[in-house]
Each structure stands twice: as C-alpha cells, then as structure tokens.
C-alpha cells in the first residue's frame, strides 16, 4: 500500500512553526530551527537535505561585475545609491526584495550583507518575478537561488568569488544555505523512509541538481548554526 504526502505551500516559517505544533510531520525550512523565533528547535530534528547557493543579481546595463561585503551592505542599507559609486554606471538603485521573513532573505542579509538588514523596497514573492523585474529595470539588484541565474542578469563575484556550486562546496563562497526537512522528535517509519529516499543517490544526482540545488553529499563542509565550518 502507497503513502499519500501532501504538500503545502507557506514558507519557512509556516513549515517550521506547523510541525513544531504536531499539526505535519515534516516541516520544510532552509534556515536553522533555532534561527526562527518563536520556535522551540530542542524539539525538532534536523534533516539537511540539499543546499541551496543565493547570489545577487544585476541588471545588465549597471556596469558591475564584483561586489564586495562592505558595497553589498551599503546598497541594501541604503549608503550606496548610485551604482557610480562602486565603479558602475550613472544609474539609481533600485532595490528588490524578498518578502521580510523568508528564509532566502535571511540567509542573504546574514551572509551577503554581514547581518545587516536591508531597508525598506518593494518585496516579491516569486523568484521568476524577481528575476524578471531585475532583468528589464536599469539600476536594479536583487537576489535569487542559483538555479534561477540566467543570461538575462548579471551573478556577479563577491569578494572576487564566483557563485558557482563547487565554491560552495569547498566553503569559498560564503552566501548559501542548507535545505532543512524538520520532523518533532524522531519519525515514524513511513516518514523515515521518505527522508531516506530524498537522501538517496538517486534523488540527490538527479531531482536535487536538476532544481537547481547542491547534493547534501558533494558539500567537503559543514556549517553549524553559529557559522563555525569543519571539513566533512
């Protein structure tokens, strides 16, 4: 007999803050369970399944290839506002946000923007939508999962690092996070097996790489909550 999986939309913390409450069995988050507030994460267990890399994009006519952590942080806080002053062209800022509470966003701003906040700009949802209003507005950033780059924006190096998968996965490119399935407490069998199956060769060779995600088994590191890298 078969297993029915229903699956729901909502976010990280919907995904989180569910299963915390009993209410599913498996909650999909890609920031720590003790970086979401509100959630009791000695009650959860951690199930890192996949990696995801964030990477700014540009507009194509801003004139910029490389951004440092200082000039990443000053254009979301608002410090820079022309990309003239990073070495680009005489256009405006215009910032592109994901929605406040996402964990894309978190991920970014704690490790794009050194823990910085971004100010306030007009937020979005979808990755395709962002993709695609960075892609026909002069003077826009935002950023969006690898998988979603294309020859329509710019990826440019941070720090002088490309956003490619195997600088993720040799720890030199810093702006990624792990794909985290949460269960309370340890999982019944049926809900084990499925865990086991996402973990498989097959699915982390074929359905993780062709979303656009790094395997869990290609990563030579491991980040723990507080930042601190060991090799695997």
């Known amino acids: ?30 920031v720590f369970a003790e970086e979401k507030e509100g959630i009791d994460a000695n009650k959860l267990v951690d199930h890192q399944v996949a990696v995801v890399g964030i990477t700014p994009i540009l507009n194509r006519k801003n004139g910029v290839t490389n951004l440092t952590t200082a000039q990443l942080s000053d254009i979301f806080t608002g410090k ?7 070495g680009g062209n005489n256009l405006d800022i215009v910032l592109i946000n994901r929605a406040a509470g996402s964990g894309t966003r978190a991920t970014f701003e704690k490790w794009g923007l050194d823990g910085a906040k971004s100010r306030e700009a007009q937020e979005q949802d979808s990755s395709g939508m962002v993709r695609s209003i960075v892609s026909t507005t002069p003077g826009a950033i935002s950023y969006v999962a690898f998988g979603y780059v294309d020859d ?9 690092v490309a956003p490619t998968d195997k600088n993720v996965m040799t720890g ?60 695997k």
């Open 1 to 30: 007999m078969g297993v029915f999986i229903n699956v729901q939309g909502g976010g990280t913390g919907t995904g989180l803050s569910q299963v915390a409450q009993g209410a599913v069995d498996l909650g999909n988050s890609d």
């Open 80 to 86: 820079i506002t022309n990309w003239s002053q990073v």
């Open 152 to 160: 329509s924006v710019v990826a440019p190096k941070f720090n002088q």
């Open 172 to 231: 030199q490119y810093p702006i990624w996070s792990y794909e985290h399935v949460y269960t309370k407490g340890k999982p019944n069998s049926k809900t084990q097996k499925f865990l086991d199956y996402l973990s498989s060769s097959h699915v982390q060779n074929t359905l993780v790489k062709k979303l656009g995600y790094i395997s869990i088994h290609d990563m030579q590191i491991h980040r723990d909550v507080d930042g601190k890298i060991t090799n």
